[in-house]
Each structure stands twice: as C-alpha cells, then as structure tokens.
C-alpha cells in the first residue's frame, strides 16, 4: 500500500482514539459548560438543597422548562444560591414559587416551579422569592420519632 | 506404566517451564532491541495500520452495540426502582472501568493477535526470519519490536473508542428511543465518573492488555513449528491464551485499582 495513504490513515486512528479519550474526560468524567443562548437566567436561594446538583431538570407541570445552571453558597446570608436557566419559550410570573423535590423515593432531585399569578414576568438575573427546600429524609425521620416520644409522654 | 505416564508429566512441566523462560526472554529481547522501532518510527506506522486501523470496524460496531444492549438491560431493571435516570452511570461506569477495556482486548487478540501469529509463524517457515540474520538483520529489532509497540499503542486508543462508542450507543437506546431525561443521563454520569478512579484506570488496564495480548502473540508466532499444522495451531493458542491471560489480568489489576476504594 501507498505510504502515505497509510500514514493518514494511521493518523486519523490516532487524532480519532485521541478525540475518544477527550470524549471521555471531558463529556462523561467532569462539566462540560455548553452555553444555551435561548434562554435566561433566575437565582433562588434555599437553607438547604439537599443533593440538587448542577445540570439537574427545572420542572414546571412536571414539564422540563430548564436546568440548574450554577450551585454556590452564599456566605453572606448562609443560604445556597442556585441559577436556573430557563427556555426563553417559557415566561413565569414574578411571584412563581421553587421547591427542590425528589423524583421517586431514590431519584435524582430536580427543582419544582408553581406559577404565581403575577402579571410581571421574571426577567434575567431575577430572583425567585418563594422558595422551599428539600425534604431531608433523615429530619423527616427525626421530627417524627420526636413528634411520637412526645405524645406518648406521661402527662 | 506408571513410570512413564509420570516421565511424560514431568517432561511436559520441563517444556512448560522452558516455555516460560523462553517467553521472558523473548520480552527482555523487545525491550532490548525497541531502538529500532522508536529510531525508524515508519515500521511501527505499518504496523499500527494492520493492527490499529483494520481493527477499528470491529471495534466500533461491538462498541455501539454493547453499549445499545446496556442502555435496554440497564433501563428494564432500574425501572424496577424508579431510578431510571440513573442509566447514564451504569453505561458509563460498566463501560470505561470493565467492558471497553476487556471486550477491546479480546476483540484486538482475535482481529490482530491471530493475524501477527500467523504473519510472522510463516515468515518462520519460510526461513525469513533466517535469511534476515544472514545478512545481519536482527529480526527482533527489524520485524517483532515495531509490532509490539504498535499493539501496545493501538489498545488504549482502541479500547477508548470502544467505549465512547459504546456510551454514544447507550445515549441513543436510552435517551433518544426510550426517553430518560437527557439532563440526568449525562449529568449524574459526570458527577459519577471520576477521571483518576475510572477513566485513567481503564486506560492502564488497556495498556496492560495491549503488552500481554502482543507479547503472547509474537512469542507464538516466533516459537510456532514451521509447518503449516504449527502455525494454525500457534494461532489457535495465540487467540485462547491472551483470551485466558486479559481476563485473569483483569481480575488482579480490579482487585489492585478498586479495592483501596472505600
């Protein structure tokens, strides 16, 4: 064969495998930050997100509207700040309220959005006011043993 | 009776253990005489062809089925639990630390380690080999090193085709025909795969593969009869024992890498 047919062809196995192991690193092991240029940009803030992580569906309706853009805590008011970003196909009023729920018992948690009835729709950089945190299974738990050991104290 | 079927046992642990020490001296002569396929990288080109690229058809079609059938298995059995989303990371985990590593090599031994035990189990038996050292042409250096190293480069980059691939197959069956969400199809696999932990320990493993897949290939070919029943029957072993070897290889390098985990 041809020698420098052969050296491209060995060339392009290598620049391929090369391309498979970035894939790898890059796409499967860590972030990957694809920018959606159709959409903008919330914050709500939450005492606890319990394990809402970064890329996790926003839901309205139960219908994916976007995603988690940035998780940060915010060491001023000791709260975690979350960034949805939203399809610009979906405005929601003002006064619209986000929780973190959990899809399943053992699912991945997503943040649930509830229109308000606000006639402002929120703009980006905005900031969701309502909001309620995840329900952290183990207080759960706690509160409910404690609830019990209470009624059944002797009175 | 007695007395000989022992003999016969004892001769065949003599050849066993000739064997063996013949096998690891032929691997010291490559390393001795790697000069060569570094110095004229050309030969190792060549053989990066036959043993890389015309692997590559196998390599990516099983990849991408392998990864289909995991994304339907996977799906059928975490629905059970409601955690369907969670597919993304078996895919990926099974895939880069165990499945596109091993199916890789074994794949690779059969497509290219067969073809090098035949190729140069015949350049044997037509005294090749023998008319290179006459005229002063260290076959080791000239015609088994630049194999080695081509095998030995070729198995990482096959086996992380393989696996992208294979996730690539996983995403489609998943996402695109059954519908798990895409967001935490690819966003709980990043948060799940760990460069060092999976992805560069997979890449070792390949390596490793690749040295044991081309080392069991060329000594048989280089040890084989040469008559043409000894040459298919030294591809016949090639294909078996590096089969045998990556898969034992496999468990220890697992036991190594995974088990200072927790």
């Given at each position: 064969m041809n020698k420098t047919i052969l050296d491209l062809w060995v060339g392009l196995f290598v620049i391929v495998g090369i391309a498979a192991l970035l894939f790898l690193t890059l796409k499967v092991g860590s972030m990957n930050?694809?920018?959606?240029?159709d959409s903008y940009e919330v914050v709500a803030r939450f005492e606890n997100i319990g394990g809402l992580k970064t890329r996790a569906p926003v839901k309205s309706a139960g219908v994916v509207?976007?995603?988690?853009a940035d998780v940060r805590f915010?060491?001023?008011?000791?709260e975690a700040a979350v960034t949805l970003r939203l399809d610009k196909r979906y405005a929601f009023p003002k006064d619209t309220s986000a929780a973190i729920m959990t899809s399943g018992l053992l699912g991945e948690q997503y943040i649930g959005l509830e229109a308000g009835g606000d006639s402002v729709k929120l703009k980006d950089k905005?900031?969701?006011?309502i909001t309620q945190d995840a329900v952290v299974l183990e207080s759960l738990i706690g509160k409910f043993l404690y609830g019990n050991a209470q009624e059944g104290a002797p009175k | 009776m007695l007395k000989e079927s022992i003999a016969r046992l004892g001769n065949r642990t003599l050849q066993g253990v000739g064997r063996i020490g013949f096998a690891v001296r032929f691997f010291v002569a490559i390393m001795l005489h790697s000069g060569t396929a570094f110095r004229r990288f050309g030969l190792t080109i060549r053989e990066m062809y036959f043993s890389g690229v015309q692997s590559l058809v196998i390599i990516l079609v099983s990849g991408l089925f392998v990864g289909m059938v995991l994304g339907l298995q996977g799906y059928e059995t975490l629905q059970t639990y409601g955690s369907e989303d969670a597919l993304g990371i078996l895919v990926a985990m099974s895939l880069v630390r165990e499945l596109g590593p091993v199916v890789a090599a074994l794949l690779f031994a059969s497509r290219a380690g067969s073809a090098i035990t035949a190729e140069i189990g015949l350049m044997k038996a037509t005294e090749q080999l023998s008319a290179m050292e006459m005229m002063a042409v260290d076959p080791i250096a000239r015609v088994v090193a630049p194999r080695f190293w081509a095998g030995v480069i070729s198995m990482p980059l096959l086996a992380a085709l393989f696996s992208a691939m294979g996730i690539f197959g996983g995403y489609l069956v998943?996402?695109?025909?059954?519908?798990?969400d895409e967001g935490s199809f690819w966003s709980q696999m990043q948060s799940a795969v760990d460069f060092e932990q999976d992805i560069l320990n997979g890449v070792i493993k390949s390596v490793v593969f690749g040295i044991a897949i081309t080392t069991i290939a060329l000594f048989e070919g280089y040890d084989a009869p040469p008559t043409a029943e000894g040459v298919s029957g030294a591809t016949t072993r090639t294909v078996v024992t590096s089969s045998l070897t990556v898969l034992a290889l496999d468990f220890v390098l697992t036991a190594f890498m995974f088990r200072g985990l927790s």
């Open positions: 930050t694809v920018t959606n240029s509207v976007g995603r988690v915010d060491n001023e008011v000791y905005d900031r969701i006011m | 998943g996402v695109q025909l059954i519908g798990v």
